[in-house]
């Protein structure tokens, strides 16, 4: 699958047209979308007229959503309803003209900033009024400079940025750990040259709980929940009937376990989306992906994401309760069918397998229940003894392509690994694991797999035989 940044980077100059909503069809059909049809999907960069078209397409099943990323979209703006709009860049932006300036939901990342601006000023011409951190995650808050330059260009005030009160604490951890941050994101996205940034535009009031915020005589609800971040703020417009989710509704299965990040809140998660139900929504404009029309369709997307979260922890705890391992948990604990046939629970960026280690974490701690785990020996030596029984470093690497072959992709990744452990220098191990990983990275659906995967094949590939 392409870098999700790569395709950022060069997707800015796709456009889409904006354009007036048209009625949405009331239902969703029960169309089955499998994971297996996301296998082979090649998402691409959209130049349709309207991303509202895109949406009701994969509402009713008629497009995949492996062809249609939710975080790959090209940018451009759509007028969702009167005097607010959606700008579809790779984190997407909600903006909302009133009679005091412009209010926006997320600002977008750094690569993307001047596009929104310039999508945004073709649509609006107010000034910036007020900023809305949805949550700290940076291809939503870098947007703030451009409009912040024009104001002072202009005369005119300067934006006022608000966020929950726990995102100062995330930017501070940030460049703390920009290091690890710039690895794990090149890993994730398959971009090698990616830099993670230094400086942050923080907030300028923040709250804790709710908040409500008055902007040219309406009124806009600021909601805290702890979901997929600790510092999550989803939005509220009353009289346009809109909900603003962040990036707790995103189409696809909720990123509630990504492999290489810091803790994330399912059940907490799942109480947030059960609130919003409590609102007058006929239009959900979220993080990511695609706006949802129509109160029955914003209905149905939250519930069902809400019952896929409760049903993972209700599982993962049924089994913790009764002494099961993290093993157990993994290859036990399953999404109900119904829900994973769902177009926007699709398993293309996170999967419900990291759910349930995250789950794990968040409940129980590290230690995964295997004692040998709790005080371990090195990697490698445990590897070089298997292969010393095995007959060899290259024997094991043998078997990897041998499982790999008989279609045990999950086995023959602990063999192809263990090998190059055990003998870091040899090629025919590397080769191995190259083909091994690269299989791996196929056949998985989501971008985290993915990207671990297929970084893992790239690394053996300048070590192996065949470098390419």
């Known amino acids: 699958m392409l870098g999700v940044l790569g395709v950022l980077v060069r997707a800015q100059s796709a456009t889409l047209t904006a354009r007036r909503p048209t009625p949405p069809h009331p239902t969703l059909p029960d169309h089955a979308h499998p994971a297996e049809r996301c296998r082979t999907a090649t998402p691409i960069v959209s130049r349709m007229d309207d991303i509202l078209e895109i949406a009701d397409r994969l509402w009713r099943g008629e497009t995949e959503i492996g062809s249609q990323h939710p975080l790959a979209m090209a940018g451009g703006l759509t007028e969702v309803a009167d005097?607010?709009?959606?700008?579809?860049?790779?984190?997407?932006?909600?903006?909302?003209?009133?009679?005091?300036?412009?209010?926006?939901?997320?600002?977008?990342?750094?690569?993307?900033?001047?596009?929104?601006?310039?999508?945004?000023?073709?649509?609006?011409?107010?000034?910036?009024?007020?900023?809305?951190?949805?949550?700290?995650?940076?291809?939503?808050?870098?947007?703030?400079?451009?409009?912040?330059?024009?104001?002072?260009?202009?005369?005119?005030?300067?934006?006022?940025?608000?966020?929950?009160?726990a995102l100062p604490a995330r930017?501070?951890?940030?460049?703390?750990?920009?290091?690890?941050?710039?690895?794990?994101?090149?890993?994730?996205?398959?971009?090698?040259?990616?830099?993670?940034?230094?400086?942050?535009?923080?907030?300028?009031?923040?709250?804790?709980?709710?908040?409500?915020?008055?902007?040219?005589?309406?009124?806009?609800?600021?909601?805290?929940?702890?979901?997929?971040?600790?510092?999550?703020?989803?939005?509220?417009?009353?009289?346009?009937?809109?909900?603003?989710?962040?990036?707790?509704?995103?189409?696809?299965?909720?990123?509630a376990g990504n492999p290489q990040k810091v803790q994330r809140y399912p059940l907490e998660w799942a109480k947030a989306l059960r609130e919003m139900l409590t609102l007058d929504v006929e239009i959900l404009l979220p993080g990511h992906g695609f706006p949802v029309m129509g109160a029955d369709r914003v209905r149905q997307a939250l519930t069902d994401t809400a019952e896929l979260l409760e049903s993972l922890v209700t599982q993962a705890l049924e089994l913790m309760n009764q002494g099961a391992r993290l093993d157990d948990l993994i290859h036990t604990v399953q999404p109900p069918r119904a829900l994973?046939?769902?177009?926007?629970?699709?398993?293309?960026?996170?999967?419900?397998?990291?759910?349930?280690?995250?789950?794990?974490?968040?409940?129980?701690?590290?230690?995964?229940?295997?004692?040998?785990?709790?005080?371990?020996?090195?990697?490698?030596?445990?590897?070089?003894?298997?292969?010393?029984?095995?007959?060899?470093?290259?024997?094991?690497?043998?078997?990897?392509?041998?499982?790999?072959?008989?279609?045990?992709?999950?086995?023959?990744?602990?063999?192809?690994?263990?090998?190059t452990l055990a003998d870091p220098t040899s090629a025919a191990a590397h080769d191995a694991r190259a083909v091994v990983f690269a299989a791996r990275a196929t056949d998985a659906t989501s971008t985290m797999a993915k990207g671990v995967f297929a970084w893992a094949a790239s690394e053996s590939r300048v070590q192996g035989s065949r470098p390419e």
């Open 340 to 419: 994973m046939n769902r177009p926007y629970l699709q398993p293309i960026y996170d999967e419900p397998e990291f759910i349930v280690r995250n789950i794990w974490r968040l409940y129980g701690g590290w230690y995964d229940g295997n004692p040998a785990n709790l005080k371990p020996a090195q990697e490698g030596a445990v590897a070089r003894e298997m292969a010393a029984l095995a007959g060899g470093a290259g024997r094991l690497a043998e078997r990897a392509l041998e499982l790999l072959g008989a279609g045990d992709l999950r086995l023959a990744g602990h063999l192809a690994e263990m090998a």
């Open 83 to 165: 005097r607010t709009a959606y700008v579809a860049s790779f984190a997407r932006v909600s903006a909302f003209s009133t009679d005091d300036g412009l209010l926006l939901v997320d600002t977008g990342h750094e690569l993307a900033a001047k596009g929104i601006h310039g999508h945004i000023r073709d649509w609006d011409s107010g000034r910036l009024n007020t900023a809305v951190y949805s949550h700290g995650h940076v291809d939503h808050v870098f947007g703030v400079q451009v409009f912040e330059e024009e104001a002072a260009a202009n005369g005119w005030a300067l934006p006022v940025v608000i966020a929950h009160e």
């Open 171 to 255: 930017f501070d951890r940030y460049k703390m750990t920009a290091g690890y941050n710039a690895i794990i994101n090149q890993r994730q996205f398959q971009v090698p040259r990616l830099e993670w940034p230094l400086e942050y535009r923080y907030p300028d009031k923040t709250y804790r709980d709710r908040l409500d915020v008055e902007v040219g005589g309406e009124r806009f609800e600021l909601h805290h929940a702890r979901g997929e971040t600790d510092d999550h703020t989803w939005t509220y417009v009353p009289a346009r009937k809109v909900l603003c989710s962040g990036d707790l509704f995103i189409w696809c299965s909720p990123n």
